[in-house]
Structures are given as C-alpha cells and as structure tokens.
C-alpha cells in the first residue's frame, strides 16, 4: 500500500494551512469597535473606496480611534475599475474619484447630498478647487487632492530655450528617443488639442482629428516611450530626459532626483481634482459626512500630502508644505497653478471618449 | 557508450544550472530590493529594514497573506478533485458530451481576464450575491478547475481502456477501478494540474478584483491598485511569502522523513 | 451500463459551468450582438461592432500581432521546455519532484513583481548593460524591446509547458525503450520513434496551456515593451474600461475566441497521430 503518498500529506497539510490562514485572515476584520459609535451612526462600520497608497499610515488607524468605529478599505486602480464595480451595484459609503468620473455619477444619479453642517472644515479648503463646473456648489463632492500635467525634464540634458516650446518639444527631433509619454488617451488628446489652441473638452471632430495628426506626428518624428506609472521611478533614476507626468508624481520626482525640473506649459494644461463623495447607495452617509470632515482636517490632510505627495486641498497644508523647509520648499511641481485662463477641468463626453479611446489605440499601434 | 553518457550528464547540469539561474534571478533581485534603502524598485540606495517594518504594521497587508494562501489552498483542492472527476468521467463519456465540455472549458483560460471578471461581476450581480471572501473562492475554482481539466485530459486518453474494465469485470466498483486503477496512473498529471491551479489563483488580479468585496484583498489587488506608488514593502511581502512556501515545502518533506526514523528507532 | 455510472461523475461540472461559464459568457454575447440605444435602458440588435471591427485594419494588425507574440513565445518555450522537462524525468527518485516545485515556485511570486524585477534588470544600468559594460558594450538597454517582450512571456509560461511535458515523459514505460534498444536502435533512434511520439500529447496539452492564455496578455508586453506594444488584451481592456464600451470590447473577444478555437483545432490534428500508432 504506497497509497499513503507524500501527494496525500501535502494535501492535508495545505488543507490544514488553508484553514489556519482563513481563521487569521478572517481575524484581521474582527477588531474591536465600540457600541456608542453604533447608536450614534446607525452601525459602526465605514467602508472605504479608493485610489491605492492614496493616505497616509496613520489617516485610517487614527479615525477608528477616534470614532470607535471600524474602518474597511478597498482600493482600485483606476476610476474606470471603480465605476465598473459602483455601476455594478457594490455598496460603499465613502469613494475618492476624479472630476470627471464624479461628473459622470452625479449625470446616472448614483450620488447624495453631502450633509454640509457635518463637515466645518470645509472651510478650510482652498479656492482653486471649490466649485468647479462638475460640481457647481460643491454639495456632493469634497476635494482631496488636485493637481495638473506637466512635463517633467532634465536640466542639464534640455535647453532651457528648447523647453519653452511647451508641449512642442515632443516633435524636435533632436529629443528623439529620449523621452516618455503618458499612456493615457484622454491626456494625450488633450496635450494634443492644447497645442493647436483648441478647448481639450472640444466635440468638434476635426479638431479631434487634427488632434490625432499632431499625436501621429509625435509618434513618428521623437519615437516616445509609452509608459505610466513606471515613469515615476524611470524620472527618478534620470533615465530619460523629458516626461508627460501628473504633478503629483512629478513633485516625487523632483524631490528624488536635482537635476529634474517641472514646468506646466503655456499651451495650458488640464486641472484635475480627485474628491470625496458618498454614493446613493451608502450603508451608513452619516458616519460618512464625519469621515470626510476628518479628512479635510489641517492633520489629516498634512499626514496624507506628506506620504502621497499629491498637492492638498487645504489651503492651510499647501502653504506649509512649500515653505521655507517644507516638505516641497522650491519645488516647482508640487503646488499647481491656480486661475490660469488656458487651464481646464475635464467634462464627461460618451462619444468623444469612444472616439479617443479607438483613435489613440491607432497612434500607438501605428 | 561512456562518452556519451558523461556529455549527456554534463549537457544536462549546465541546462539545469542555467535553467534554475533564469528562473532565480528576478527572485534573488525582488529579494535584493526589498532591503532598499529608498523607495525605488530599480535602483539601490543603502540597505534598511523599513520596508518590513512597513509591512508588518500594516494589517491589510498581513491579512492579504492569509487570504491570498488560504483562497490558492482551498481553490487548488476542490478544483482538482472536481477536475480530476471530471475528465475521468469525460473520458468515458460520448464524443458530443466530451468535446462539448471540453470548449466550454477552454473559455475561461483563453478569454482575457478582463472578460471574465466583467462576466461574473453581471452574474454575482444579477444574483445579488454579497461579494467577499465566497465570490472570490468561488470565481477562483472557475478559473483553476479548466487548467487541472486540460492538465489531466491528454494523459486519460492515452491510458489503456481495458485495464478498467478488466477491474470492473473482476467486480471492482467504479469508484474501485478509479481510485485504484485510473489515478495512479494519470497521478502526476493531477499533481501538474494542480500546481498549475495553485499559480494560477496565487497570481490572479483582474478577476479577484471584481469579484471581492467587504474588504477582502488578496497581494494581487494590493499590488495593482498601489503600483502608482509602488514601492519595496512589495518585495517584503514577496519575500515573506517565498519563506512561508519554502519552510512549508521544507515540512513536508522532512516530516516523514523524521517520522520514519522515529519508527525505526522503535523497532 | 457501467459507462453510464462514469458519466454521472461529469454532472456536477455541467452543472458549474453552466452556471459560472455558459451563463456569464452568453451575457457578454449580449452585449457583443447589440448597441446601446437612445437611453440607458434600450438597446438593439446589431452586427456594428463586428464590422467596426472587421473594417479597421488596424485591429487587424493588433491582432496579428497578438497572435505573433503567442506564437513565439510557445515556440521557444517548446524549445526550452523540452529538454529540461527530459531531463528532470531522468532524474532519479524524489530528486525530480523537487527540480517540479523550484521550477514553479517562482510562479507563485506576484507577475506583477517579478515583472518590475524583470524591467530593473533589463534597463540601462541595471544587471544586464553592467554585464555588457564589463566586456566592452557601453549603455545596452534591453527594455522596451521586443526581446524583452519575448523574455517575459517566456518566463511566464515556460513552467506549464515543463509541467505539461514532464508529466508526458515521467510515467514513460521503459521497457519500450527497452525493446527499441533490443531491436538495435540507437539512443537517437529510440528517441525519434518511442519517446517523442508518446510525449506529443504532453506537447499538445502544453501549447494549449501556453498558447491560449498568452494571446490575451497584456500587463508583461505593455510594461516590458512599453505602451506601443499594443496586443488585443489591451484593446479588449481599454474597451471595457476607459472607453466604457461594453458592446465593442465583447464583440472583439468574441471574436479573439473564434480565432483561437480554430488555431487551436489545428494544433489538435497533430494529438491524433499517436493515438492511432498505439
């Protein structure tokens, strides 16, 4: 009888192994939380939906100790992966979108009405990002973080005069090879239409296929690498000397490596802004009014710029940051430019975003 | 004669030596990088044990560990078992029934993931299932039973009919002639399918991701969703998880190895 | 009879797929044959989206060129995976179980992980160019290449294509080879008449497992040969996500299915041979 096999015991073992991790994953959840919370919100539990990495350590651990409560986070990559699964019906009391993606829900009616007298420190908030046109008086959006895109170089590789060519500097040849491109087609499009002088929300389809000429051009004459969230670490270690990259990583990278710099170009550039809002569909809104109150908070928001390095929505907070000896003193990239004529915020467009997707795919492909 | 078996033996170390080499490189390099200094992935800047430190006090990190194993564990088990049955079962099966099952089978593994998540997201909706830890256990076995099945097929077919039913006409019952006749024979096609399904539910991001719910992440979903600010903590918990495997896979072969001297002493 | 007691162990599966498989897909099928209409709401039969497809060549060539990369990389890693997968089945006794676990355990690291590990050893002043800078060759960076595409792929699948193999050749009966030594054939020989034969549908088995999932990857050729290396996962991802098109991007993996269920019936012609040898 070799029935009694090594295959048997590792079975059983793992068997065995499965349900000692389950119990222990299991365990993680069960935390202790604190009944009063429960009466006074209706139920003690918080659930959070948002970008990866996007607080810091202590935001979350700090809150549940406040409030008594318990907190669960689940994070997505991209607010397309999150609308997919909101869309889908998943049921969440607090989620952290961009702009247009709140543009969208608020357009399917799937959001409710902030409870302003819960949330004070709104306040706080710096001009720039309150009442934008996705959300006209800011009742069901709380900004987070913002910022806008820019080209990272390096300035001891790149003429200063080349560089004032804004975003034209992805058609001189004598760049080419060296540089990276954002592989994102709305960001694409609009650096594309930026530079032609037209509006990046434009539904003119010439200008879009002018657009999608200039992106062709570019393809061909510089040879860019299209990348994403490598470009942060590539920038870094100076691996190229010329990058499309959201001010919130440029400012990263600027800090990592001295010889990058930053410039939003004068062609203008896209203003984006990721906020707090609470889905129709919340389990709990009130503890959710409360847990965006705390994150607009000067502590809040200053532990959650610190570890991100995505520019705060506090005004407070931005102005520490930059000073003398703040985390970001003399970086050109962390605090974004406000009230800037050429600067635009994204609108939500179901046929453009078709077209741009299909067109960008035949840039790249081409 | 001699000659060719001393080429053949060297011929076959350098093979494996460069084979192990491939494979252990970007291995010994996570490992390298998860005592960077700084946050980057691709550059060394000093050693330091932040990043574990990082890991170990981040609660939704230890407890994507424990689902992650527990989920590959229990969806390995349950699709080979249900895998194994099955393609024993097709084998003695008509060829409409057989073929039938058999591209039904092959969707999952060629559809993009992408494809299937977005398909069980519709049905564990439309089923108003609440998502957690049992969709993604669930939507794993899909996933892992079609890789044990294709596994385990190519080998059926070339074992001889007649031994079974040899078994079967000296009264064997069925599941007499399988457990004893078929599974010995087609065993080490079971144990691939089966760490075939084990990878293939260790590794799974995109279909975890819309099947999850209630806060059960697996490393997959934590990798993807912080790859914008990805950093070495990744490579701890890579490294963590490449301890945990090695030291189980150590026990497992050690333990009857200890258990047998023992008994020998015994005697 | 008793062919009917071994049918019934299929029921439970038929019964699964029909629910986490048939159903699921005959929902994306939905959306393939229809297009959104004037509302939410309604939406009507059409064969848009196959066309918009069939029409643009330039999702002709993404699909070419997914199905060129699929077919490289399960051409090298038959190659490769071969002759490792006939030498751990000449490995004695429990020493070729152990080689099966250290070539798959890398496969339980995080691909996403190891494909950063990859990117770090492949670009300029990483591992690879300061081995090339030792001998001379200054700045030699392999990422973003289509070497680095294939060397991805390869590290990914090449453990199912040696599991696959493997386990063709581990319960090989000797006393085949035996007899073909018997009968005076040569190593050679005995190799090309017995061993190879009997292993194809390992072979087979193999290509499926490497072939298929390969076709729809994305992450390994988007981050190791950058974003211009469009395949058809990114164009089916981007359909459903960015572009929020539901309809088209299950129209194109549809299409993607039909593709490679042919291709895939024309690899199995090759699984029939042996079977009548025997």
Same mark, same amino acid.
Request: with cysteine; hydrophobic share 50%; net charge neutral.
């Given at each position: 009888?070799?029935?009694?096999?090594?295959?048997?015991?590792?079975?059983?073992?793992?068997?065995?192994?499965?349900?000692?991790?389950?119990?222990?994953?299991?365990?993680?959840?069960?935390?202790?939380?604190? @009944?009063?919370?429960? @009466?006074?919100?209706?139920?003690?539990?918080?659930?959070?939906?948002?970008?990866?990495?996007?607080?810091?350590?202590?935001?979350?651990?700090?809150?549940?100790?406040?409030?008594?409560?318990?907190?669960?986070?689940?994070?997505?990559?991209?607010?397309?992966?999150?609308?997919?699964?909101?869309?889908?019906?998943?049921?969440?009391?607090?989620?952290?979108?961009?702009?247009?993606?709140?543009?969208?829900?608020?357009?399917?009616?799937?959001?409710?009405?902030?409870?302003?007298?819960?949330?004070?420190?709104?306040?706080?908030?710096?001009?720039?990002?309150?009442?934008?046109?996705?959300?006209?008086?800011?009742?069901?959006?709380?900004?987070?973080?913002? $910022?806008?895109?820019?080209?990272?170089?390096?300035?001891?590789?790149?003429?200063?005069?080349?560089?004032?060519? $804004?975003?034209?500097?992805?058609?001189?040849?004598?760049?080419?090879?060296?540089?990276?491109?954002?592989? @994102?087609?709305?960001?694409?499009?609009?650096?594309?239409?930026?530079?032609?002088?037209?509006?990046?929300?434009?539904?003119?389809?010439?200008?879009?296929?002018?657009?999608?000429?200039?992106?062709?051009?570019?393809?061909?004459?510089?040879?860019?690498?299209?990348?994403?969230?490598?470009?942060?670490?590539?920038?870094?270690?100076?691996?190229?000397?010329?990058?499309?990259?959201?001010? $919130?990583?440029?400012?990263?990278?600027?800090?990592?490596?001295?010889?990058?710099?930053?410039?939003?170009?004068?062609?203008?550039?896209?203003?984006?802004?990721?906020?707090?809002?609470?889905?129709?569909?919340?389990?709990?809104?009130?503890?959710?009014?409360?847990?965006?109150?705390?994150?607009?908070?000067?502590?809040?928001?200053?532990?959650?710029?610190?570890?991100?390095?995505?520019? @705060?929505?506090?005004?407070?907070?931005?102005?520490?940051?930059?000073?003398?000896?703040?985390?970001?003193?003399?970086?050109?990239?962390?605090?974004?430019?406000?009230?800037?004529?050429?600067?635009?915020?994204?609108?939500?467009?179901?046929?453009?975003?078709?077209?741009?997707?299909?067109?960008?795919?035949?840039?790249?492909?081409? | 004669?001699?000659?060719?078996?001393?080429?053949?033996?060297?011929?076959?170390?350098?093979?494996?030596?460069?084979?192990?080499?491939?494979?252990?490189?970007?291995?010994?390099?996570?490992?390298?990088?998860?005592?960077?200094?700084?946050?980057?992935?691709?550059?060394?800047?000093?050693?330091?044990?932040?990043?574990?430190?990082?890991?170990?006090?981040?609660?939704?990190?230890?407890?994507?560990?424990?689902?992650?194993?527990?989920?590959?564990?229990?969806?390995?088990?349950?699709?080979?078992?249900?895998?194994?049955?099955?393609?024993?079962?097709?084998?003695?099966?008509?060829?409409?029934?057989?073929?039938?099952?058999?591209?039904?089978?092959?969707?999952?593994?060629?559809?993009?993931?992408?494809?299937?998540?977005?398909?069980?997201?519709?049905?564990?909706?439309?089923?108003?299932?609440?998502?957690?830890?049992?969709?993604?256990?669930?939507?794993?076995?899909?996933?892992?039973?079609?890789?044990?099945?294709?596994?385990?097929?190519?080998?059926?077919?070339?074992?001889?009919?007649?031994?079974?039913?040899?078994?079967?006409?000296?009264?064997?019952?069925?599941?007499?002639?399988?457990?004893?006749?078929?599974?010995?024979?087609?065993?080490?096609?079971?144990?691939?399918?089966?760490?075939?399904?084990?990878?293939?539910?260790?590794?799974?991001?995109?279909?975890?991701?819309?099947?999850?719910?209630?806060?059960?992440?697996?490393?997959?979903?934590?990798?993807?969703?912080?790859?914008?600010?990805?950093?070495?903590?990744?490579?701890?918990?890579?490294?963590?998880?490449?301890?945990?495997?090695?030291?189980?896979?150590?026990?497992?072969?050690?333990?009857?190895?200890?258990?047998?001297?023992?008994?020998?002493?015994?005697? | 009879?008793?062919?009917?007691?071994?049918?019934?162990?299929?029921?439970?599966?038929?019964?699964?797929?029909?629910?986490?498989?048939?159903?699921?897909?005959?929902?994306?099928?939905?959306?393939?044959?229809?297009?959104?209409?004037?509302?939410?709401?309604?939406?009507?039969?059409?064969?848009?989206?196959?066309?918009?497809?069939?029409?643009?060549?330039?999702?002709?060539?993404?699909?070419?060129?997914?199905?060129?990369?699929?077919?490289?990389?399960?051409?090298?890693?038959?190659?490769?995976?071969?002759?490792?997968?006939?030498?751990?089945?000449?490995?004695?006794?429990?020493?070729?179980?152990?080689?099966?676990?250290?070539?798959?355990?890398?496969?339980?690291?995080?691909?996403?992980?190891?494909?950063?590990?990859?990117?770090?050893?492949?670009?300029?002043?990483?591992?690879?160019?300061?081995?090339?800078?030792?001998?001379?060759?200054?700045?030699?960076?392999?990422?973003?290449?289509?070497?680095?595409?294939?060397?991805?792929?390869?590290?990914?699948?090449?453990?199912?294509?040696?599991?696959?193999?493997?386990?063709?050749?581990?319960?090989?009966?000797?006393?085949?080879?035996?007899?073909?030594?018997?009968?005076?054939?040569?190593?050679?020989?005995?190799?090309?008449?017995?061993?190879?034969?009997?292993?194809?549908?390992?072979?087979?088995?193999?290509?499926?497992?490497?072939?298929?999932?390969?076709?729809?990857?994305?992450?390994?050729?988007?981050?190791?040969?950058?974003?211009?290396?469009?395949?058809?996962?990114?164009?089916?991802?981007?359909?459903?996500?960015?572009?929020?098109?539901?309809?088209?991007?299950?129209?194109?993996?549809?299409?993607?299915?039909?593709?490679?269920?042919?291709?895939?019936?024309?690899?199995?012609?090759?699984?029939?041979?042996?079977?009548?040898?025997?």
């Amino acid at each position: 009888m070799k029935k009694n096999s090594t295959v048997q015991k590792i079975a059983r073992i793992a068997l065995a192994a499965a349900a000692l991790c389950s119990v222990f994953a299991l365990g993680a959840c069960s935390k202790k939380t604190d @009944s009063a919370a429960a @009466s006074k919100y209706g139920s003690d539990t918080l659930k959070l939906y948002l970008p990866g990495a996007y607080t810091s350590d202590t935001l979350i651990p700090n809150f549940e100790k406040q409030f008594g409560v318990r907190v669960i986070v689940e994070n997505f990559d991209s607010n397309e992966m999150m609308y997919a699964k909101v869309q889908a019906g998943d049921k969440y009391d607090v989620l952290i979108p961009s702009d247009y993606m709140i543009e969208r829900l608020l357009k399917q009616d799937m959001l409710q009405k902030l409870d302003k007298s819960m949330i004070p420190n709104a306040s706080e908030l710096t001009d720039a990002v309150l009442n934008l046109s996705y959300d006209p008086k800011n009742e069901y959006s709380m900004p987070y973080f913002w $910022g806008n895109v820019g080209i990272v170089y390096n300035t001891k590789n790149v003429d200063a005069e080349d560089i004032k060519a $804004g975003y034209e500097i992805f058609q001189n040849e004598k760049y080419a090879g060296k540089l990276y491109w954002y592989d @994102s087609e709305r960001d694409s499009f609009m650096i594309a239409l930026k530079v032609l002088g037209y509006s990046m929300n434009t539904d003119n389809k010439d200008e879009i296929n002018k657009a999608y000429e200039w992106l062709l051009k570019m393809h061909d004459t510089v040879k860019p690498t299209y990348v994403t969230d490598e470009v942060i670490d590539n920038m870094s270690n100076g691996m190229k000397d010329i990058a499309i990259v959201y001010s $919130g990583d440029a400012a990263t990278i600027l800090n990592a490596n001295k010889d990058m710099s930053y410039v939003a170009p004068d062609q203008g550039t896209n203003i984006w802004v990721d906020a707090m809002v609470i889905p129709k569909n919340a389990e709990n809104p009130k503890l959710a009014n409360e847990f965006i109150n705390y994150a607009l908070s000067y502590e809040a928001a200053l532990g959650n710029t610190k570890a991100v390095g995505y520019a @705060s929505a506090n005004t407070k907070v931005l102005d520490e940051m930059t000073k003398e000896g703040g985390d970001f003193a003399s970086n050109a990239a962390y605090r974004p430019r406000a009230g800037f004529a050429k600067d635009e915020i994204f609108h939500d467009n179901d046929v453009i975003r078709k077209m741009i997707s299909e067109l960008w795919i035949k840039v790249k492909a081409h | 004669m001699n000659k060719t078996s001393k080429f053949w033996s060297i011929f076959s170390k350098t093979m494996m030596g460069l084979t192990l080499l491939f494979f252990y490189l970007p291995i010994l390099y996570i490992i390298i990088f998860s005592f960077n200094g700084s946050k980057s992935l691709t550059r060394l800047d000093g050693f330091s044990l932040q990043w574990y430190e990082k890991m170990f006090a981040d609660p939704v990190m230890m407890s994507s560990i424990g689902y992650t194993i527990a989920i590959a564990l229990i969806a390995t088990a349950v699709s080979t078992i249900l895998g194994t049955f099955t393609a024993i079962g097709l084998s003695k099966s008509g060829k409409i029934l057989r073929s039938s099952v058999e591209r039904v089978n092959e969707l999952p593994v060629m559809n993009p993931d992408i494809v299937t998540g977005i398909s069980l997201l519709m049905l564990f909706s439309a089923l108003a299932v609440s998502k957690g830890f049992m969709t993604m256990l669930l939507a794993h076995i899909m996933f892992c039973t079609p890789f044990v099945i294709l596994s385990v097929m190519p080998k059926l077919r070339t074992l001889d009919p007649n031994l079974t039913d040899a078994a079967l006409d000296l009264g064997a019952t069925p599941f007499q002639a399988m457990t004893k006749v078929i599974i010995p024979q087609i065993k080490p096609s079971i144990i691939a399918g089966a760490l075939i399904a084990f990878t293939m539910s260790f590794d799974d991001f995109v279909i975890s991701y819309f099947v999850t719910g209630n806060g059960v992440q697996n490393i997959s979903i934590l990798v993807y969703t912080m790859s914008k600010r990805i950093n070495p903590s990744i490579n701890a918990l890579s490294t963590l998880v490449i301890v945990i495997i090695t030291i189980s896979l150590i026990a497992v072969n050690l333990i009857p190895l200890i258990k047998r001297k023992a008994f020998d002493k015994e005697k | 009879m008793r062919i009917n007691k071994f049918r019934l162990m299929t029921y439970p599966y038929i019964g699964w797929i029909i629910v986490m498989i048939v159903v699921p897909m005959l929902l994306i099928g939905l959306y393939a044959f229809t297009v959104p209409g004037n509302d939410v709401a309604s939406v009507k039969f059409s064969l848009d989206n196959f066309a918009r497809f069939a029409t643009d060549a330039v999702f002709l060539k993404v699909v070419g060129k997914s199905l060129w990369i699929a077919f490289l990389t399960t051409v090298v890693c038959i190659l490769l995976g071969y002759p490792i997968a006939y030498i751990i089945s000449k490995a004695k006794g429990n020493k070729s179980m152990i080689l099966i676990l250290l070539l798959t355990l890398p496969t339980w690291i995080n691909m996403l992980v190891r494909t950063y590990a990859w990117m770090g050893i492949l670009q300029e002043g990483g591992v690879f160019s300061s081995i090339c800078a030792f001998f001379g060759f200054e700045g030699v960076s392999l990422l973003y290449t289509d070497f680095a595409v294939t060397l991805g792929m390869v590290y990914n699948f090449l453990p199912f294509m040696i599991l696959q193999i493997h386990t063709s050749l581990a319960k090989m009966d000797n006393s085949l080879l035996e007899a073909a030594s018997d009968l005076g054939a040569n190593r050679v020989q005995s190799f090309l008449r017995v061993t190879l034969p009997l292993s194809l549908p390992g072979v087979v088995s193999g290509i499926t497992l490497v072939f298929l999932p390969a076709v729809s990857s994305f992450f390994i050729p988007k981050l190791l040969g950058g974003g211009q290396y469009v395949l058809v996962g990114n164009v089916i991802e981007s359909q459903f996500l960015t572009a929020g098109d539901w309809h088209f991007g299950s129209a194109i993996s549809l299409i993607m299915a039909i593709i490679i269920i042919i291709s895939m019936w024309l690899t199995r012609k090759i699984d029939v041979q042996p079977k009548k040898e025997n």
